[in-house]
């Protein structure tokens, strides 16, 4: 149980277009979503964290009208990147827990964004 | 703002010998720490955390809040404990983890 899905697995796109990222928790409802950034050999870092039916809350640094995040559902969040541009390619990650604070946090297995 | 350091990027080992995977943190009030492994091609995902004190996969690691340190430690590596280990902070009874910067630990034979 307990499992998260992202899709797609990596993604290629051109400068200037946007990409959608979806995270999605197959077997649970998860009340709160991650969303973190990975650079090679670096740390995970933070980037927002989604509430279904609010507003995301984002990380210092982070602009929100570049990272779209919508978290429509209890079983999905969707990461938008906007006009994306080379310093934009990463790794993104999602996690999702399901209920109060300090449940476990069940983390995706990333997605690969390349921009041309 | 909390922080989290590992000062090790990586960590060799031989086959049963004992491991120890260093974990520093700064917060001002009372955190919550975690271990994170991250097995080759695989996702991340929870190996212990400290309110739990259980010995998962022969890892332990106790809070020292004096040391500030919480420290993942083996008495004896197993060539499958080879994986990235991440040490993360849980701050303020909130659910948001600030992660180390990793070790990578390599068990050889």
């Known amino acids: 149980g307990a499992v998260v899905s992202q899709h797609p697995s990596w993604v290629i796109c051109k400068s200037g277009t946007s990409v959608k990222i979806e995270c999605r928790s197959l077997?649970?409802?998860?009340?709160?979503m991650f969303w973190y950034r990975q650079f090679p050999k670096q740390s995970l870092m933070l980037m927002a964290t989604?509430?279904?039916?609010?507003?995301?809350?984002?990380e210092q640094g982070v602009e929100k009208d570049k990272f779209l995040i919508n978290h429509a559902s209890l079983t999905l969040s969707t990461l938008t990147v906007t006009s994306a541009h080379p310093e934009d390619s990463s790794f993104y990650i999602c996690?999702?827990?399901?209920?109060?604070?300090?449940?476990?946090?069940?983390f995706g297995p990333g997605t690969r964004l390349t921009v041309l | 703002a909390q922080r989290v350091t590992q000062p090790e990027k990586l960590l060799s080992v031989f086959k049963g010998a004992p491991v120890e995977l260093k974990c520093n943190y700064s917060?001002?009030?009372?955190?919550?720490l975690f271990w994170y492994v991250q097995y080759s091609r695989q996702r991340l995902q929870l190996l212990l955390r400290?309110?739990s004190r259980e010995s998962i996969k022969g890892f332990t690691a106790d809070l020292n809040k004096g040391e500030t340190s919480f420290h993942l430690k083996k008495p004896f590596a197993q060539e499958e404990d080879s994986a990235m280990y991440y040490c993360?902070?849980?701050?303020?009874?909130?659910?948001?983890?600030?992660f180390g910067t990793g070790t990578q630990l390599k068990v050889e034979l």
């Open positions: 077997d649970f409802q998860a009340t709160t």
């Open positions: 993360a902070l849980s701050a303020g009874g909130g659910n948001k983890l600030t």
């Open positions: 989604s509430n279904e039916g609010s507003k995301a809350t984002y």
């Open positions: 400290h309110i």
């Open positions: 917060y001002s009030g009372s955190p919550e």
């Open positions: 996690s999702a827990i399901e209920g109060a604070a300090y449940n476990e946090q069940f």
